[in-house]
T-cell receptor, first 114, second 115 residues
Framework: AQSVAQPEDQVNVAEGNPLTVKCTYS??????LFWYVQYPNRGLQFLLK??????LVKGSYGFEAEFNKSQTSFHLKKPSALVSDSALYFC????????????FGPGTRLSVLP | GAGVSQSPSNKVTEKGKDVELRCDPI?????LYWYRQSLGQGLEFLIY????????KSGLPSDRFSAERTGGSVSTLTIQRTQQEDSAVYLC?????????????FGSGTRLTVV
């Protein structure tokens, strides 16, 4: 079975500070890992993904994430937060050898305070 | 088209009425998914279509929910005898080849309100 945990419902950071949104996963097999962002009253937008290769992946809007196989984590990071980064962030995973359906985490609401 | 298109963007319906939600995926995307998102919450999987294979309906919450995908393209999600707990944003997504690591492209959703 596949599962995704986002242990924090809410993350608050001050503008200009680094931010981290945590994600851990459980799959049988190698994971495909994704981050999506949802701005208010909008659909989900793709941020970045890890399929294979370098553990550090860079994505849209200055975000990056590091795949850590030993800790089964894929935390989302940004060196300097912007107020406009305030949104709902979803981590998603599927195994490369299991079905076709991604499992989404419950989401983490990021608030960047000016 | 350039993106996943959903219609209507908003729908208000009376309890007990039937509603149809439409999704037009990206051309060439063989996989199509429906999810439901309650106010500010996570995504609840509803149904998945892949090519000509039988759909995965394991997420449909009751037999009042059904979906079809005609010609491998446009999909319609139908909710019969709507209830207030059906109120949510219904999101459609498509993918070129999820088995190869392609992600989803989401539509903007249909906000359904049952009064």
């Amino acid at each position: 079975a596949q599962s995704v945990a986002q242990p924090e419902d809410q993350v608050n950071v001050a503008e200009g500070n680094p931010l981290t949104v945590k994600c851990t996963y459980s799959v049988s097999g190698n994971p495909y890992l994704f981050w999506y962002v949802q701005y208010p009253n909008r659909g989900l937008q793709f941020l970045l993904k890890y399929i294979t290769g370098d553990n550090l992946v860079k994505g849209s809007y200055g975000f990056e994430a590091e795949f850590n196989k030993s800790q089964t984590s894929f935390h989302l990071k940004k060196p300097s937060a912007l107020v406009s980064d305030s949104a709902l962030y979803f981590c998603a995973v599927r195994a490369d050898n299991y079905g076709q359906n991604f499992v989404f985490g419950p989401g983490t609401r990021l608030s960047v305070l000016p | 088209g350039a993106g996943v298109s959903q219609s209507p963007s908003n729908k208000v319906t009376e309890k007990g009425k039937d509603v149809e939600l439409r999704c037009d995926p990206i051309s060439g995307h063989t996989a199509l998914y429906w999810y439901r998102q309650s106010l500010g919450q996570g995504l609840e999987f509803l149904i998945y279509f892949q090519g000509n294979s039988a759909p995965d309906k394991s997420g449909l919450p009751s037999d009042r929910f059904s979906a079809e995908r005609t010609g491998g393209s446009v999909s319609t999600l139908t909710i019969q005898r709507t209830q207030q707990e059906d109120s949510a944003v219904y999101l459609c997504a498509s993918s070129l080849a999820p088995e190869l690591g392609y992600g989803y492209t989401f539509g903007s959703g249909t906000r359904l309100t049952v009064v």
